[in-house]
T-cell receptor, first 115, second 112 residues
Framework: DADVTQTPRNRITKTGKRIMLECSQTKGHDRMYWYRQDPGLGLQLIYYSFDVKDINKGEISDGYSVSRQAQAKFSLSLESAIPNQTALYFC??????????????FGPGTRLTVL | ELKVEQNPLFLSMQEGKNYTIYCNYSTTSDRLYWYRQDPGKSLESLFVLLSNGAVKQEGRLMASLDTKARLSTLHITTAVHDLSATYFCAVEGAGNDYKLSFGAGTTVTVRA
């Protein structure tokens, strides 16, 4: 079984709809991240969380919100989806006990299309 | 703001030849990561480089880090088809902020 899972894997929705993307991990890591990937732009950080009570904005948080329901679960919400949020979304995890560095491990991704 | 620049962005390789991908970054850091992404797939960790002069090798891939020049290279030796993928470098910000800044990626196609 995959260590980092994302649901749904694909989603098509309409402008103005509320969407939630979910991420679960069995790696036992404390840090979790949400990124979006657009062609030619690499990955951009949306939000990150270093433990259940810690939520931080990344470089492109406008239009998004998150919830860390448990150490293993981190959800990303689009309150009112717009077409330019069409992208591939990745969840990632890392371990604060990994020796002082931050190697991140990625889920399979969610392809979101907003019409 | 930490900026990470990869070049080239696209690389067409001939099987059997050697090539290099470059990753430059704008501010001090001694932690750099290389990832591989196959089309439509997730990112897979390739190398973790944690100090100046670090060199890691796995099969036909070798990565190195020069923190003084703020440069990492990913060297591909004797290219083969199954190395076709997009390669990303990611740099961890200084001061233990634990965030990664990614380059735009280098899309590699290996042709016979």
């Amino acid at each position: 079984d995959a260590d980092v899972t994302q649901t749904p894997r694909n989603r098509i929705t309409k402008t103005g709809k509320r969407i939630m993307l979910e991420c679960s991990q069995t790696k036992g890591h404390d840090r979790m991240y949400w990124y979006r990937q657009d062609p030619g732009l690499g990955l951009q950080l949306i939000y990150y969380s270093f433990d259940v009570k810690d939520i931080n904005k990344g470089e492109i948080s406008d239009g998004y919100s998150v919830s860390r329901q448990a150490q293993a679960k981190f959800s990303l919400s689009l309150e009112s989806a717009i077409p330019n949020q069409t992208a591939l979304y990745f969840c990632a995890t890392s371990d604060s006990l990994a020796g002082g560095y931050n190697e991140q491990f990625f889920g399979p991704g969610t392809r979101l299309t907003v019409l | 703001e930490l900026k990470v620049e990869q070049n080239p962005l696209f690389l067409s390789m001939q099987e059997g030849k050697n090539y290099t991908i470059y990753c430059n970054y704008s501010t001090t850091s001694d932690r750099l990561y290389w990832y591989r992404q196959d089309p439509g797939k997730s990112l897979e960790s390739l190398f973790v480089l944690l100090s100046n002069g670090a060199v890691k090798q796995e099969g036909r891939l070798m990565a190195s880090l020069d923190t003084k020049a703020r440069l990492s290279t990913l060297h591909i030796t004797t290219a083969v088809h199954d190395l076709s993928a997009t390669y990303f470098c990611a740099v961890e910000g200084a001061g233990n902020d634990y965030k990664l800044s990614f380059g735009a990626g280098t899309t590699v196609t290996v042709r016979a």
